[in-house]
């Protein structure tokens, strides 16, 4: 069965969730007394704070879209490194038969240049066989076993390319899976502990009953934030 795609429960960058966890944080310490009557001790606490110090470790986006990006460029390069190989020999093969003729087709070289890469990669296969088997006849312009391993190299370079490549796109994919459970874990837990935290000023202490609310968006985040700096700047 195919597993379900994973969707983040919150809409505002990990960055700000990462900050406003630590804000309810250091908030829940200073009520830690009223805390505890809801069963929500100094470990769950520091269980939470442990919660944050994971996600913030996790690679970001742009680090793993930079790593794909490389691996794409080498195997770009790679991909008409083997080009440029089997170019060479097809130059050889031209030069002893047609291009037009059966012999020069069976190598399958025509649209080279529009292959896709598991294309190019079975086409860099195939000229390697089809030149061995007509080694004798095409000696005696220039093909030899060191023009098929230049081919043979380059498709080796090309596949391990291609793989690491892959590798990449695919752990980008499961990195960003991870981020997002481990995002939706940690923004269940804050909205455990702001609402504990709601519930403990929601009739005594309008400001502290404030810093637990939680904001659907980004910018009610900032506005949100900004309004509390502004209250402490005043108090100070």
């Known amino acids: ?6 969707h983040r429960q919150y809409n505002f960058p990990d960055a700000d969730l990462y900050l406003e966890c630590m804000e309810s ?29 994971k996600f913030r470790a996790l690679p970001d986006d742009d680090e793993l879209v930079g ?33 037009r003729s059966g012999r020069y087709r069976k190598f399958g070289t ?3 240049g529009d292959m896709s890469d598991a294309q190019l990669l079975f086409c ?28 043979s190299d380059a498709g080796g370079a ?4 291609l793989n690491i490549q892959q590798d990449r796109v695919a752990e980008r994919d499961i990195s960003v899976e991870r ?29 502290k009953y404030e ?6 968006s980004n910018n009610d985040q900032k506005i949100a934030r900004k309004q509390r700096l502004a209250e402490k700047n005043k108090e100070s």
């Open 179 to 207: 981020r997002i459970e481990q995002g939706n874990a940690l923004y269940q837990e804050y909205i455990t502990l702001c609402n504990i935290g709601k519930d403990i000023w929601a009739e005594t202490d309008k400001a």
């Open 25 to 53: 944080i250091k908030n829940a310490h200073r009520d830690l007394q009223h805390f505890e009557r809801y069963g929500y001790s100094l470990d769950k606490l520091k269980g939470f704070k442990a919660m944050c110090d």
């Open 124 to 151: 860099g296969r195939r000229v390697i066989r089809v030149a061995r088997q007509q080694i004798d006849f095409l000696a005696e312009v220039g093909v030899n076993e060191q023009v098929i391993k230049r081919i």
């Open 1 to 6: 069965m195919k597993k379900q795609s994973v």
């Open 158 to 161: 090309f596949e391990r390319a």
């Open 67 to 99: 790593d794909q990006m490389v691996a794409t460029e080498k195997k770009y390069n790679a991909a008409e490194n083997l080009k440029s190989a089997i170019r060479s020999l097809m130059t050889r093969v031209a030069m002893k038969y047609s291009n």
């Open 110 to 112: 025509a649209k080279l």
């Open 211 to 216: 810093q637990y609310t939680i904001y659907d």
